[in-house]
């Protein structure tokens, strides 16, 4: 089923958090992640005709956006940066990334 959502996470970026969070716990999971991953297939069920989409247009304005938490993961407390950028409006690119270690203030994330 994890292996299914990390393939799908390519063209459907909405489910990258999740997935990633219920992949860290294949080894030991519990019925917690199971149900976790029972609604995305839901979800995926019901936004199967939805996906990105590029129109052809003349606007080609590269935007970009970044932001970051301090320690919002409550399971570990590290902190999480995250950005997209956009040419027009069109997604280009995108990264979501947890710091390795724990920040002890909000300068330090």
Same mark, same amino acid.
């Given at each position: ?7 799908? $996470? !390519?063209?459907?970026?909405? $489910?990258?958090? +999740?997935? =990633? $969070?219920?992949?860290?716990?294949? !080894?030991?999971?519990?019925? *917690?992640? &199971? &149900? !976790? ?25 590269? $935007? ?6 301090? +320690?919002? =993961? ?6 999480? +940066?995250?950005? =997209? ?10 990264? *979501?990334?947890?710091?390795n ?6 300068t330090?994330?």
């Amino acid at each position: 089923m994890i292996g299914s959502l990390l393939y799908l $996470i !390519a063209s459907k970026p909405d $489910i990258m958090f +999740t997935t =990633c $969070i219920c992949a860290r716990y294949q !080894a030991d999971p519990k019925e *917690s992640h &199971l &149900l !976790a991953v029972k609604r995305m297939f839901r979800y995926l069920k019901g936004t199967a005709k939805h996906g990105l989409w590029y129109p052809k247009d003349k606007d080609f304005e590269l $935007i970009g956006y970044s932001d970051a938490d301090f +320690t919002g =993961c409550k399971m570990d407390r590290k902190s999480t +940066t995250g950005g =997209c950028q956009l040419l027009g409006s069109r997604l280009v690119s995108w990264t *979501s990334k947890k710091k390795n270690t724990e920040s002890t203030s909000t300068t330090e994330a």
